[in-house]
């Protein structure tokens, strides 16, 4: 080759390299964009730049494989799981082949999260055992516990699927108490770690989880014990929403030890949260469960005030299976008071919503 | 017997027996792997 042919190669060589250290620099530029979009709530937005971050494209597979990721976890905030399904297996697939264990880990945690949304339990197990050994392998404690957090709410989802309609807490087919009891080990084995680590935020988190499961299988006190600390750690934290959530588990609790004063004392703890935190179908929930509660403690005056209210937020949410429960519930409550007239007011509007919603056994009750 | 009585006790609670804490997603954050490989150029 010439000089001349030689310098034109050298000049070629730089204008490729510069022209791919602009793309990487501009699709780096983009996926930060996502990232910042992401962290402040806004996924759709992020997934927006995240795509054009793809489009530009780049050779680092390490800012690809984050990108992926964090592509997969809008999406699965956008309850579009289907595509965080294939978002974080490309992001599996690509830490495989480049042998990045703490990434497989990682992909593999959010992949078994996302099967066990689609109720795909087995292959979600898979993807947290898979979590769970590469985190052991590396002796990455933090990653162990969230595998054993993600499994126990594999198992804990797992043991919800299966048909219990009608059934009691602790009286589900067995198929379903194994699947809890085995939930509740996975959350047991996470907070001995969490625990060690003095990680809060996260005994929170399972002491919540572990609280629905007692209370599925039955073990109303071990619930409430659960649901305390979990009130207690949402209380340090500020944490409004958990706090609500812990009060609103514990009124479930203790409705079934019996104890009904208590649990209206929870949930009305709830229905102030509810507000403050202006959740309408929340505050919702809070009253009916409230009228109910002073339906079981015999006063039909108080059971009243709170079905109205809750008729009231589900007619404002157009809610027409809500507003259907509250009249149910009013008629009940005036029957039980002598107004017949209102009792059949609100008995005949059950029925209509009843017929309206296609509910068969809501409208079999109403014509009872 | 009132009718009003006989509310069972599930018919209290949410339909799904428990509010669930969210799941924990794992994370790969750029902002982290830019400024370790910033760090690793000035060193």
Redesign the interface.
């Known amino acids: 080759m010439d000089a001349k042919g030689s310098m034109l190669n050298v000049r070629t060589e730089d204008q490729s390299f510069h022209i791919r250290y602009r793309m990487e620099a501009s699709c780096l530029e983009l996926a930060l964009e996502g990232e910042r979009l992401c962290k402040v709530g806004d996924y759709r937005a992020g997934v927006s730049f995240f795509e054009a971050a793809i489009q530009v494209g780049t050779e680092d597979l390490q800012v690809l494989s984050a990108i992926y990721s964090q592509l997969g976890n809008a999406y699965f905030h956008l309850h579009d799981y289907a595509k965080a399904l294939e978002f974080h297996h490309h992001d599996l697939t690509l830490t495989r082949t480049i042998g990045d264990l703490m990434g497989e880990a990682k992909a593999s945690g959010n992949l078994g999260n996302t099967l066990k949304v689609l109720g795909r339990f087995d292959e979600a197990v898979v993807c947290c055992q898979r979590h769970l050994d590469i985190s052991g392998d590396i002796g990455d404690k933090v990653g162990q516990a969230r595998a054993l957090y993600n499994f126990g709410n594999v198992y804990h989802a797992k043991g919800k699927s299966i048909c219990w309609s009608g059934a009691e807490p602790g009286d589900f087919p067995e198929e379903v108490m194994a699947a809890l009891r085995q939930a509740a080990e996975y959350y047991e084995a996470n907070l001995a770690i969490v625990k060690a680590l003095g990680d809060r935020a996260a005994q929170g988190r399972t002491y919540g989880n572990l609280g629905n499961t007692q209370y599925l299988l039955g073990n109303f006190r071990n619930a409430v014990f659960s649901h305390e600390q979990r009130l207690l750690i949402a209380k340090e934290f500020g944490d409004r929403s958990a706090e609500r959530r812990a009060y609103c588990n514990l009124g479930n609790a203790y409705i079934f030890l019996g104890e009904f004063e208590v649990a209206a004392e929870h949930y009305k703890r709830t229905l102030q949260l509810a507000r403050q935190l202006k959740d309408r179908a929340v505050e919702a929930q809070a009253c009916y469960s409230l009228g109910n509660t002073y339906t079981l403690l015999q006063d039909y005056e108080r059971a009243i005030d709170y079905h109205l209210k809750h008729l009231i937020i589900a007619q404002d949410l157009n809610d027409r299976i809500g507003e259907g429960r509250a009249c149910w519930s009013l008629g009940n409550a005036h029957t039980a008071l002598g107004n017949h007239d209102q009792a059949m007011h609100f008995a005949e509007k059950h029925l209509e919503i009843s017929k309206e919603t296609g509910d068969r056994s809501g409208e079999l009750t109403a014509r009872m | 017997e009132?009718?009003?009585?006989a509310?069972?006790?599930?018919?209290?609670?949410?339909a799904?027996?428990?509010?669930?804490?969210?799941?924990?997603?794992?994370?790969?954050?750029?902002?982290d792997?830019?400024s370790k490989m910033h760090a690793g150029s000035v060193m």
């Not at chain 2, 009132?2 to 009585?5: C, G, L, M, P, T």
């Open positions: 009132a009718k009003s009585s509310v069972s006790s599930s018919q209290i609670l949410h799904d027996g428990g509010e669930m804490e969210p799941e924990t997603m794992e994370t790969k954050s750029l902002t792997y830019v």
